[in-house]
Nanobody, 117 residues
Framework: QVQLVESGGGLVQPGGSLRLSCAGS????????MGWYRQAPGEQRELVAT???????NYADSVKGRFTISRDNAKNTVYLQMNSLKPEDTAVYYC???????????WGQGSQVTVSS
């Protein structure tokens, strides 16, 4: 059974940092374009960052310069390093794996990130 297992969420003060991890189980993440999305209460899910199989990276304007997406194919894991966190970054963060076929995609279980003093 394919799983994307997320870890690293939590409560942090404004200006702090967190690193989210997304580990693949029964799936080879290097064969997929990977992304992080987030959903705040009452809001639609939005793109945060993506990294293609070839390493091309894209960020939402709201996180540019603060967040860094990366992948470690040897560990079959994708990361989202989040620095200078703001209260508006509070959301559930989801890892996504997108295959070459549009219908072939998987989601992680979600990780709560709360930025509050």
């Amino acid at each position: 059974q394919v799983q994307l297992v997320e870890s690293g969420g939590g409560l942090v003060q404004p200006g702090g940092s967190l690193r989210l991890s997304c580990a693949g189980s029964s799936i080879i993440l290097s064969l997929y374009d990977m992304g992080w999305y987030r959903q705040a209460p009452g809001e639609q899910r939005e793109l945060v960052a993506t990294i293609t199989r070839g390493g091309r990276i894209n960020y939402a304007d709201s996180v540019k310069g603060r967040f860094t997406i990366s992948r470690d194919n040897a560990k079959n894991t994708v990361y989202l390093q989040m620095n200078s966190l703001k209260p508006e970054d509070t959301a559930v963060y989801y890892c996504n794996a997108q295959g070459q076929i549009a219908t072939l995609q998987y989601w992680g279980q979600g990780s709560q990130v709360t930025v509050s003093s």
